[in-house]
T-cell receptor, first 115, second 111 residues
């Protein structure tokens, strides 16, 4: 039982290149999230998907796009990477969007460096 | 909007010392409160939670009490171990189960 799987785990890009971070879950959860973690900033929400077919912006969406391909998969795309997007990216899932008392389940993170 | 404020770090303690990590919050309504822990090289995992005022969450010797009157959720442990070395995040829940996190604090425990 893999839980939440993120790929790739590490990536180095040059400024202006594009890439997609993949997230897949096998827990049949409805909601999925993308966070970024930066030193001294904690975790900040980039985008989330309350259910299959819906996506919404979080706190720091600029420079990113997302796709909720199906219930299992939620991808994060950087169209033109910038050094400010150097970060560790976490995907997370939650069973039901309407409840607000449960825990998020996190992947192991994807470390992205933009030169 | 919602916000979470954690005490500044890092924190370095000797094994078996008492630990307190302060967390205060600002929120509309009655959010649930969480402590998450991140061990080196891993993602975050839930340590404990409290869903209403005066609730006490506990796990692995850690405790935190939801104090509505002081809008606080301080994390405590009576005797820390080297294996507790990690980054600790306080968080609260909002609409659509979106969590708002504090900045995190790094705890290092010396043998």
């Amino acid at each position: 039982n893999a839980g939440v799987t993120q790929t790739p785990k590490f990536q180095v890009l040059k400024t202006g290149q594009s890439m997609t971070l993949q997230c897949a879950q096998d827990m049949n959860h409805n909601s999925m999230y993308w966070y970024r973690q930066d030193p001294g900033m904690g975790l900040r929400l980039i985008y989330y998907s309350a259910s299959e077919g819906t996506t919404d912006k979080g706190e720091v969406p600029n420079g990113y796009n997302v796709s909720r391909l199906n219930k299992r998969e939620f991808s994060l795309r950087l169209e033109s990477a910038a050094p400010s997007q150097t970060s560790v990216y976490f995907c997370a899932t939650y069973p039901l969007a309407k409840a607000n008392t449960g825990e998020l389940f996190f992947g192991e993170g994807s470390r992205l460096t933009v030169l | 909007g919602n916000s979470v404020t954690q005490m500044e770090g890092p924190v370095t303690l000797s094994e078996e010392a008492f630990l307190t990590i302060n967390c205060t919050y600002t929120a509309t309504g009655y959010p649930s409160l969480f402590w998450y822990v991140q061990y080196p090289g891993e993602g975050l995992q839930l340590l404990l939670k409290a869903t209403k005022a005066d609730d006490k969450g506990s796990n692995k010797g850690f405790e935190a009490t939801y104090r509505k009157e002081t809008t606080s959720f301080h994390l405590e442990k009576g005797s820390v171990q080297v294996s507790d070395s990690a980054v600790y995040f306080c968080a609260l829940s909002g609409a659509n189960s979106k969590l708002t996190f504090g900045k995190g604090i790094t705890l290092s425990v010396r043998p």
